[in-house]
C-alpha cells in the first residue's frame, strides 16, 4: 500500500558528528496529514531528525524530501519547526513576539495565536524573558501554530507543561491538524501523549529506525503470548514467530512475537498494548526493525518484506 501524499520521505539518510554518526541509513515515510510520535532513548537522534527536516543542518548522507522537495527549497511558510529550547526574543513581549510572527510569516493567523496565549492567561505586554518554563513554551506553540504551517515539526513540545495545559494544547493542535490536514512530527518521551495524539510513529534507536508506521498497523501485527516456559526458555512452537523479546519470570515467559500463520499453544495470546510493544523494541536492540507498508520509502517498498497490511 502506498498511497496519498507524502510529507517526508527519507532514503538513507545519516548524519555524522565529529564523534560518530548520529543517525545513519534512515529510511522511512510520512504520509500526509498524520500526526506522528518520533520516540526512542536520549541520544537516538530524534532532535538531529528533526534539524535535518527543519534544514537546519544538513545531511551527511542520503537524500530527504519534505512536501515534494529538497528541504532548502521548501517554502519557509510551508514549515514550523519548535525546537527544545524553544528560542525566543527575551526582551520581546508577548504581543511583540506575535506581532513578529505575523510580518514575517505572509499566511499568519493572528487569532489563532492569541487564542493560545489567552487559554494559558499569559499577560500580552509581559516580557518573555519574565514568564515561566511553561508559559514560554506556550507562546512559543502560538507562534508554531499561528504560521499555519502544512509541516509542523515538534521537538518535546509538552515538556514543562502543566497537566492540564497539555491537555488543552493537545487538543488545539488536534483540532489545527483535523481541520487543516497538517502533518505533525513531534519528538516525545511521554507514552500517554502518543497514546492520545498521535496516529503515526517512528521509533529511533542508535541513529537508526526500528519501527514506523500506522500505530494501528503496528500494534495489530504483534501479539503478546504468555504460558509456562518450557525447559529453559520458550516453547518451540513459537520458534517459528519472529521474536521481539521476551522475559522469563519464575516459570513463566511472555514474549512479543511478529506472528506468521496462527500461534499454537502452549500459552495464552493477547493484543500488546503500545507502551508494550514500544518498550519491547527499545529494550531489544537485536530485534528486526519492522515498517508497515505506508511507512515505506518506494525503493524500500518493492526490495523490503511487507508485513501484512
Ligand atoms: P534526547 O532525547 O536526549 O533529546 P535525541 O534523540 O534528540 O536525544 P540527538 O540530540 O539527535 O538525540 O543526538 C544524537 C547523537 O548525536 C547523540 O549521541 C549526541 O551526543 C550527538 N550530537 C547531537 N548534536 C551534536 C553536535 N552538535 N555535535 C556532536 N554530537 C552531537
Redesign the pocket.
Known amino acids: 500500500m502506498y498511497t496519498g501524499e507524502s510529507a517526508l520521505e527519507a532514503r538513507g539518510l545519516g548524519m555524522r558528528?565529529?564523534?560518530g554518526w548520529?543517525l545513519k541509513d534512515c529510511s522511512f515515510r510520512l504520509p500526509a496529514g498524520r500526526i506522528c510520535g518520533l520516540v526512542?532513548?536520549?541520544?537516538?537522534?530524534?532532535?538531529?531528525?528533526l534539524s535535518i527536516v527543519a534544514h537546519v543542518l544538513e545531511p551527511t548522507q542520503g537524500t530527504l524530501s519534505v512536501l515534494g522537495a529538497a528541504p532548502g527549497s521548501v517554502d519557509s511558510g510551508r514549515t514550523s519547526f519548535l525546537a527544545?529550547e524553544k528560542p525566543l526574543f527575551r526582551r520581546f513581549t508577548v504581543a511583540e513576539t506575535l506581532r513578529l510572527g505575523r510580518e514575517l510569516n505572509p499566511g499568519w493567523d493572528q487569532r489563532a495565536a492569541e487564542d493560545i496565549v489567552r487559554a494559558g492567561n499569559v499577560p500580552f505586554d509581559a516580557k518573555i524573558g519574565t514568564l515561566s518554563g511553561g508559559q514560554r513554551t506556550r507562546v512559543a506553540l502560538a507562534v508554531a501554530l499561528g504560521k499555519r504551517p502544512d509541516l509542523l515539526l515538534l521537538d518535546?513540545p509538552m515538556a514543562g507543561l502543566d497537566p492540564v495545559a497539555r491537555q488543552e494544547l493537545v487538543g488545539a493542535l488536534l483540532a489545527e491538524a483535523a481541520e487543516r490536514g497538517t502533518t505533525v512530527l513531534m519528538?516525545t518521551?511521554v507514552l500517554a501523549e502518543l497514546e492520545n495524539v498521535c496516529d503515526y510513529l517512528v521509533v529511533?534507536s542508535d541513529?537508526g529506525v526500528r519501527l514506523a508506521g500506522d500505530v494501528d498497523e503496528l500494534l495489530s501485527v504483534h501479539t503478546m503470548v504468555t504460558g509456562a516456559k518450557e525447559g529453559e526458555g520458550l516453547p518451540a512452537s513459537l520458534a517459528h514467530h519472529p521474536l521481539v523479546e521476551s522475559r522469563i519470570s519464575g516459570r513463566q515467559f511472555t514474549a512479543l512475537i511478529r506472528p506468521e500463520g496462527p500461534v499454537a499453544g502452549p500459552g495464552e495470546t493477547d493484543s500488546p498494548s503500545l507502551d508494550e510493544v514500544l518498550l519491547a523494541y527499545l529494550r531489544s536492540p537485536d530485534a528486526p526493525p519492522l515498517l508497515t507498508p505506508t511507512a515505506q520509502v518506494r525503493d524500500q517498498a518493492y526490495n523490503a518484506r511487507t508485513v501484512a497490511a
Open positions: 558528528y565529529r564523534r548520529a526512542g532513548p536520549n541520544g537516538a537522534g530524534k532532535t538531529t531528525l527544545q518535546e519528538s518521551h529511533l541513529g
